[in-house]
């Protein structure tokens, strides 16, 4: 499973990939590797060109975990060691409270951890892994074709073959492709989906939250040292919003700060929003400093938070939509990415347990996958809540205290939700939501059992004393 | 309100229309009495021509009731005329059963009918009333481009005037618009809703329900005449499938198969196809002829049904999203184009109200039209299961009476749904629902009065047998 091997028997099929973000690039790289013929089509122009280095609109940085490395090396052993060699391991959340005091929660039961690393500088890794494959000259080349917008999608004829029309963002001019399957990446507004729509009668929803997040930044110290513990994920919870920030190999930290858009939209002048960060965030100012606050919340855009469901996900074996396409959903258990990887490996398997055959693969694929997107779409969603409120909250602590203390108790046999998510990819999603709905009723008999025990106590002790003492 | 003269006070606006469909074309004209500059769109061919003349994959015959006309009546007195004369009253259901009897449920309580007319035919004679317009010299002429697909639309600079994109599907030439706004009647796939989301916050559903139509046709009889009466839509509930026909002024109706997916597929040979009909639909199949059914069932398109949910339908001042672009919905309670027309009067009288500020009009739209979508939308859904099932339910048919009975007894203070929603055009759908919730509770105290009375009668008059004869 892990060193990948072509065993496509089919090698002059054609593939167009939709979309070079982190998901269509890694699904290029490894479609190649089974002996397709990939062409990867990008709307924007190649992010590593100076002249066309645009605004990254998506910089949160990402937490990847097991899942996302788990697919990395399932495409390329060596393409994984690059990218870890640039994270930084965040090992738990540094809860900031509005006194400045920083308390440590660990994610793991045993110090693992999710690693930080820059969504951009990692997109460009993807595109130079492609490049160092094309000059191997191991199987196809990968064609990259930046600035080309996707303007239709068809299946024609009697094989249905997807038929992909694009434009030439700066020619205007159109190009016809005829593919024997698409693979769809091109995020949670995807274009192909909305083509696609046309021929799948497909359940879909897309939900914004009423959230909204501007990103900031916490510069280096002195000599690029890190101004907080660089790992961690530092939140600065306050219940209906929060900022967080993640470290940079650099000694920066990427900020982000969340709050609903009515808020957000009401911090419009320089004193509204540093007397907001002086009442809130006192400490977390500080290391941003007053100017580069300012400038930042005023000039950075406001992004928006959206949740996508599909169902299914594909066309008969001639198309199917991947990543946020597919499956965008909120960064509040940092699954994103990690998720769309692992969709991807997921889908790869079940490619080459169907011999290749892309019809039988990718219908098992929307039947199978799909309760687990559901479920990590909802994870993700009420992590927010976790994370802005619960995090403080003395219920919250005694019970997460309780599910470690039995993790370690029971070794194995007791697995904490944020254990399975994020540090065992060997676990799918639904079958993880199953384990812990299992041990929170546990937990929870554990609790009625010592309160009753507590009150049993408490009553014979006090006839106990009354006995003794009030004849 | 009926009389339509132009108050308009910013009369040089440009308005773009994307869609000449039903809704698009009364969108159109609407706005050009008004007084807009109008660009109308179209992504298909004009279907007045004849080398163009397409297969319309949408021929079930519209139902036009009293939202539908009242709109009509709002922008012009003399179209909605010219519409009517064409249009066959259907003044009740006529239930077909297994058995071949055939029985009348009225719609009305007073004889008031829906009406039917043929969805192609309609479209014509609005495109007509387009030139009529454009021929008679008032006010601006409506510039209609057929074969012309939205690619981009975006909202630039300070003003945020919406930029449409077109390409024409014969020379691929594109052509960039800049409108003072849009309106967009695409259709359930609409292509601006795709654009229009990278700037809208819109939460968005599309649901397809489980149920397949193919169109079928019974021919008119000798001389044109009907074979079986015209007054009515005639239905063939049979709980999981049903057939339903409509009649058209050439003696002819339009007939609709709708059962699930699984079933319509399974139907994939003569045999099967007949003998199918022969038990299930006896007469059906006499008036739709063997050669008929099995041509047209195998050659007309399997056609799918979606719900859209969007909301808010508009961005700012500078778009919004009407018709089924908006709010498309299954046809089981004939109120797809009925609702479509009422949106675009709704959205005309708050332009009017808020002196042709089109943001105030906009953002008002979405916020006091989404409660009664939603509602129709619901309804709409429900409906399947009374046409293919209840209507052959004796508690279904005694309820209804009950229905009726009190509707006629407390004239206009007890409204049955169905004379709400489809003569009622002055209630909206949100307050006939509530209307109808009500009416139902009591319909309920009053069925348990009489059960109560009955039992209490049941046992006094048991006791004062008992007394008398058995001591």
Same mark, same amino acid.
């Given at each position: %499973?892990?060193?990948?091997?072509?065993?496509?028997?089919?090698?002059?099929?054609?593939?167009?990939?939709?979309?070079?973000?982190?998901?269509?690039?890694?699904?290029?790289?490894?479609?190649?590797?089974?002996?397709?013929?990939?062409?990867?089509?990008?709307?924007?122009?190649?992010?590593?060109?100076?002249?066309?280095?645009?605004? !990254?609109?998506?910089?949160?940085?990402?937490?990847?975990?097991?899942?996302?490395?788990?697919?990395?090396?399932? /495409?390329?052993?060596?393409?994984?060691?690059?990218?870890?060699?640039?994270?930084?391991?965040?090992?738990?959340?540094?809860?900031?409270?509005?006194?400045?005091?920083?308390?440590?929660?660990? $994610?793991?039961?045993?110090?693992?951890?999710?690693?930080?690393?820059?969504?951009?500088?990692?997109?460009?890794?993807?595109? +130079?892994?492609?490049?160092?494959?094309?000059?191997?000259?191991?199987?196809?080349?990968?064609?990259?074709?930046?600035?080309?917008?996707?303007?239709?999608?068809?299946?024609?004829?009697?094989?249905? !073959?997807?038929?992909?029309?694009? /434009?030439?963002?700066?020619?205007?001019?159109?190009?016809?492709?005829?593919?024997?399957?698409?693979?769809?990446?091109?995020?949670?507004?995807?274009?192909?989906?909305?083509?696609?729509?046309?021929?799948?009668? =497909?359940?879909?929803?897309?939900?914004?939250?009423?959230?909204?997040?501007?990103?900031?930044?916490?510069?280096?110290?002195?000599?690029?040292?890190?101004?907080?513990?660089?790992?961690?994920?530092?939140?600065?919870?306050?219940?209906?919003? =929060?900022?967080?920030?993640?470290?940079?190999?650099?000694?920066?930290?990427?900020?982000?700060?969340?709050?609903?858009?009515?808020?957000?939209?009401?911090?419009?002048?320089?004193?509204?929003?540093?007397?907001?960060?002086?009442?809130?965030?006192?400490?977390?100012?500080?290391?941003?400093?007053?100017?580069?606050?300012?400038?930042?919340?005023?000039? +950075?855009?406001?992004?928006?938070?959206?949740?996508?469901?599909?169902?299914?996900?594909?066309?008969?074996?001639?198309?199917?939509?991947?990543?946020?396409?597919?499956?965008? =959903?909120?960064?509040?258990?940092?699954?994103?990415?990690?998720?769309?990887?692992?969709?991807?490996?997921?889908?790869?398997?079940?490619?080459?347990? !169907?011999?290749? !055959?892309?019809?039988?693969?990718?219908?098992?694929?929307?039947?199978?996958?799909?309760?687990?997107?559901?479920?990590?779409?909802?994870?993700?969603?009420?992590?927010?809540?976790?994370?802005?409120?619960?995090?403080?909250?003395? /219920?919250?602590?005694?019970?997460?205290?309780?599910?470690?203390?039995?993790?370690?108790?029971?070794?194995?046999?007791?697995?904490?939700?944020?254990? %399975?998510?994020?540090?065992?990819?060997?676990?799918? $999603?639904?079958?993880?939501?199953?384990?812990?709905?299992?041990?929170?009723?546990?937990?929870?008999?554990?609790?009625?059992?010592?309160? /009753?025990?507590?009150?049993?106590?408490?009553?014979?002790?006090?006839?106990?004393?009354?006995?003794?003492?009030?004849?």
């Amino acid at each position: %499973m892990s060193a990948v091997v072509s065993l496509n028997q089919e090698k002059e099929k054609e593939v167009g990939v939709i979309g070079a973000g982190l998901v269509g690039c890694l699904t290029a790289l490894a479609l190649q590797k089974k002996g397709y013929k990939v062409i990867l089509f990008e709307l924007r122009q190649d992010p590593r060109l100076k002249s066309t280095k645009e605004k !990254n609109l998506r910089s949160i940085n990402l937490a990847i975990s097991d899942r996302g490395i788990k697919a990395l090396k399932y /495409v390329d052993e060596n393409l994984a060691k690059k990218v870890l060699d640039k994270v930084i391991p965040m090992r738990g959340r540094m809860i900031h409270d509005s006194k400045g005091n920083q308390e440590s929660q660990l $994610y793991g039961l045993y110090g693992e951890s999710i690693k930080s690393i820059d969504r951009g500088y990692l997109n460009q890794e993807l595109l +130079n892994e492609i490049d160092i494959i094309n000059k191997s000259g191991v199987g196809y080349p990968i064609e990259v074709l930046f600035g080309k917008k996707l303007i239709n999608l068809s299946f024609l004829g009697e094989e249905e !073959n997807p038929t992909v029309t694009i /434009v030439d963002q700066s020619s205007h001019q159109e190009q016809i492709f005829e593919f024997d399957f698409i693979v769809s990446a091109d995020g949670a507004f995807s274009a192909t989906r909305h083509y696609l729509q046309r021929y799948v009668r =497909m359940t879909f929803k897309q939900e914004f939250i009423d959230t909204c997040y501007i990103e900031l930044s916490i510069p280096a110290g002195p000599g690029n040292s890190f101004l907080i513990d660089p790992n961690h994920l530092h939140i600065w919870p306050r219940d209906k919003f =929060m900022l967080i920030a993640l470290p940079n190999q650099n000694g920066s930290f990427t900020s982000t700060f969340f709050s609903s858009w009515e808020l957000a939209e009401s911090l419009n002048t320089d004193t509204k929003i540093l007397n907001f960060f002086k009442e809130h965030f006192e400490d977390g100012l500080k290391l941003i400093g007053e100017d580069n606050l300012i400038s930042s919340f005023k000039n +950075n855009p406001k992004g928006s938070l959206v949740q996508i469901h599909c169902n299914p996900y594909n066309y008969k074996g001639k198309a199917i939509l991947i990543g946020d396409a597919a499956h965008g =959903m909120v960064p509040f258990y940092g699954q994103g990415m990690n998720c769309g990887f692992e969709s991807l490996r997921i889908l790869l398997e079940m490619l080459e347990k !169907n011999n290749f !055959n892309t019809e039988k693969a990718f219908n098992q694929y929307s039947k199978e996958r799909h309760q687990d997107l559901e479920v990590i779409l909802k994870l993700a969603l009420d992590n927010y809540n976790e994370m802005s409120h619960d995090v403080t909250s003395i /219920v919250y602590l005694m019970r997460k205290k309780i599910d470690s203390f039995l993790g370690r108790l029971l070794r194995g046999k007791w697995l904490p939700l944020y254990t %399975m998510i994020s540090f065992r990819g060997d676990i799918p $999603y639904s079958e993880a939501i199953s384990i812990e709905k299992r041990q929170q009723n546990i937990i929870k008999k554990l609790e009625a059992a010592i309160f /009753v025990g507590t009150i049993y106590a408490a009553v014979k002790i006090s006839k106990y004393f009354a006995s003794k003492f009030v004849k």
